[in-house]
């Protein structure tokens, strides 16, 4: 009579995964197979036993017994590029892709590998390697915005045709105001970067006070001017505007701003009248992203203010003037390629698409 083998070291969450696998009537009858060998060994049922119970080879038991032992759950799949191709039949790797496409587990807003494992009764590194060929990533998430701005098409057309289709013997300028940028200051000495360790500061913060900054960008040379302000009002608005057509003088200008309230106050309108060589374009609403300073903004954010430690207000513009004068001095412009029509054709595919809820 076949001595009982020694019981293989089975966790209850395995032990649970492995019943669902053996159970299943959507895996592949290997998969099956490979589950009951392991639950009887667990068992410590002797390895002819298996074989006999199971109809199989006590050499396919043994395997499989290995397989277990030094790599648990994913011992129990073919490794890579040997073996059969497939272990899963179409239609269930199908529900498993409608599965997660659709109601996620209660409770949660998303399938992970393990509860999508756990409720079809296969190992998480099945889910994840089948995820990974039907190129789905639940955990993640990005954003999106629609304009319903009723010009849409017209302000799309007219700034896109600034950037590529420049009038001749005129400026183009974006300008837009950063506002509030916070002067923070950190509670302890920053910790320098170390080999294999980043720089490290404290979590809580001091604020020291705010400032605006308006810019605008050359779209032919990449050049900012700027400007500090306490607040972000029209007088605010109107002194840049002042600076510019001063900076500029003589010259035709048009200028990129967003739909900001202030951009389009009745005192900007009398000033315009009375400065007839300026003309101001205004990107849709909810597409502030079409204003090239937009990007300028983000690098003076992360070169010179994210990490930045400030104790004042006058700290902060230092910083930042120190930031415009380098910039200005190697500055190059940045080159728009996407075209009107390409834009608005993604907003007309934006909104035919279905939502998810």
């Known amino acids: 009579m076949s001595s009982p083998a020694p019981p293989l070291n089975v966790s209850a969450d395995q032990r649970q995964t492995l019943e669902l696998w053996a159970r299943s009537q959507v895996l592949s009858q290997r998969q099956v197979l490979r589950a009951r060998i392991v639950l009887m060994a667990a068992e410590g049922v002797a390895n002819e036993v298996i074989a006999g119970r199971l109809g199989c080879s006590k050499p396919n038991v043994l395997k499989w017994r290995s397989r277990f032992e030094l790599a648990g759950m994913e011992g129990l799949e073919e490794a890579s590029g040997r073996g059969r191709p497939a ?23 998303h399938w992970s590998t393990r509860t999508l494992a ?88 001091v604020r020291h006070g705010t400032t605006t900054l308006f810019a605008a960008l050359d779209v032919a040379t990449g050049e900012v001017v700027g400007d500090f302000t306490e607040r972000h009002g029209v007088d605010d608005l109107l002194a840049f505007l002042r600076r510019l057509a001063k900076t500029y003088a003589g010259q035709e200008l048009h200028l990129i ?69 380098a910039s200005n001095q190697q500055c190059r412009p940045f080159t728009w390629i996407k075209p009107a029509d390409q834009i608005l054709a993604l907003s007309d595919h934006q909104r035919s698409c279905g939502t998810g809820h």
């Open 118 to 205: 756990k409720e079809l009764g296969v190992s998480h590194g099945t889910v994840h390697r089948i995820w990974r060929q039907r190129r789905l990533q639940p955990h993640r998430t990005n954003a999106f915005k629609f304009s319903s701005d009723p010009q849409l098409v017209e302000r799309v057309r007219d700034v896109v045709g600034l950037y590529l289709n420049p009038p001749e013997k005129a400026l183009v300028l974006c300008v837009e105001e950063e506002r509030q940028i916070q002067s923070l200051d950190r509670t302890q000495p920053l910790l320098p970067m170390r080999p294999g360790q980043p720089e490290r500061r404290t979590h809580d913060h």
């Open 257 to 325: 701003l967003d739909n900001y309230d202030t951009h389009k106050h009745s005192q900007v309108a009398r000033w315009l009248e009375r400065h007839q060589r300026v003309h101001l374009h205004f990107t849709p609403s909810g597409a502030t992203w079409m204003n090239q300073v937009e990007i300028w903004f983000s690098l003076l954010h992360s070169h010179a203010i994210a990490r930045g430690v400030f104790r004042s207000v006058a700290a902060l513009r230092e910083a930042i003037q120190r930031f415009v004068n």
């Open 87 to 109: 272990i899963y039949a179409q239609d269930f790797v199908e529900k498993m892709v409608a599965t997660t496409l659709g109601k996620p587990p209660e409770g949660s807003t």
